[in-house]
């Protein structure tokens, strides 16, 4: 295989990047967008401060973009994200109790809705557990104001909205297998695959540095997760650095994914480093003149 996306199909993967409207307009993005990847995920276009800006009044122009595009490219796409604590539009969080909870619904039910049939996967709920040792939940409007519960609840909400979608739960610092916030995002994953709450899917962002490195049992999370009955999709990939340290980074989470048959797809979050949100770093595979890197060439191998 020659490109990304088609070695990933090899073996019956997707290899993905996020991608920002505003970056459609170039050509020099748009011919490697649809020469290496198969499957696209907004960047910021899809979550609540794009797409309700004000209660009840929807704004899709920017993610139709995106949906179009990939329509018209033959690519999958990946929903991001419905209920998560930050790029949420101020008025959210002026709503409490009952009032909070249907404008969550509500959220879910018409975005998704409006997408119905063309997202074949789903960041229902982001970020919903504390950094650090506790094992916690964050305490976001909806821990607060509506109590564990929210998260079932949005889960449900999402199936009755489009019943062919995966539906995932997505988070960062869940990549080390035994680290606290991994054994707590596991344990409510084990606990609504027993109580049949609709979860198809568990999103690894796999954002890592010299902070956070890539685990050194990275495949045996991705492991644990899939032995719940979940896939596992790597949903936001890049890696601070640079050359050959870089690349064998990059290829061991490539093989890590590619030795579990449930790990069913790839996401890097950008294309060249200069449009990564970390801005200051080189973490993604093509350098800012889309030069495919050292990473590049050993993902491709890898996959
Ligand atoms: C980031 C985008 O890349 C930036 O453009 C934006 O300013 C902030 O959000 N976890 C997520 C993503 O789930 O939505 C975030 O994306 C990166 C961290």
């Avoid at 959220?107 to 919903?128: C, F, L, P």
């Avoid at 889960?155 to 062919?164: E, K, L």
């Avoid at 109580?195 to 492991?223: A, T």
Wanted: net charge negative; proline share 3%.
């Amino acid at each position: 295989a020659s490109t990304l996306g088609e070695a990933a199909a090899e073996s019956g993967r997707y290899f993905g990047a996020a991608v920002a409207a505003n970056h459609l307009g170039e050509s020099q993005y748009v011919t490697v967008l649809n020469r290496e990847f198969t499957s696209v995920t907004p960047e910021n276009e899809m979550k609540w401060d794009a797409t309700e800006p004000s209660r009840g009044s929807f704004s899709f122009g920017n993610a139709d973009r995106i949906v179009n595009h990939a329509q018209s490219q033959g690519m999958k796409i990946r929903g991001h994200t419905l209920v998560w604590h930050s790029q949420l539009p101020g008025w959210v969080s002026g709503l409490w109790g009952d009032d909070l909870r249907s404008a969550m619904n509500n959220h879910i039910t018409q975005v998704m809705g409006h997408y119905r049939g063309k997202i074949h996967s789903w960041d229902v709920v982001n970020e919903a557990f504390e950094d650090g040792g506790s094992g916690a939940r964050r305490q976001s409007v909806f821990q607060q104001r509506l109590g564990d519960g929210y998260i079932e609840e949005a889960f449900r909400t999402a199936r009755a909205a489009d019943p062919n979608a995966k539906l995932c739960y997505n988070d960062y610092n869940i990549d080390d297998a035994n680290a606290a916030k991994t054994r707590a995002v596991y344990n409510m994953v084990r606990d609504f695959k027993a109580r049949g709450v609709p979860i198809d899917c568990v999103g690894l962002q796999s954002h890592f540095n010299s902070q956070s490195p890539v685990p050194s049992n990275y495949q045996q999370n991705i492991e644990q997760f899939a032995a719940l009955g979940v896939d596992v999709q790597i949903t936001e990939l890049d890696i601070e650095g640079s050359g050959t340290a870089q690349a064998e980074n990059y290829r061991r989470v490539v093989q890590a994914c590619m030795a579990v048959s449930r790990c069913t797809g790839i996401t890097v979050w950008g294309i060249p480093d200069h449009y990564s949100w970390r801005a200051s770093g080189t973490p993604l595979l093509f350098d800012s003149n889309y030069n495919k890197k050292p990473a590049y060439y050993a993902v491709l191998e890898a996959l």
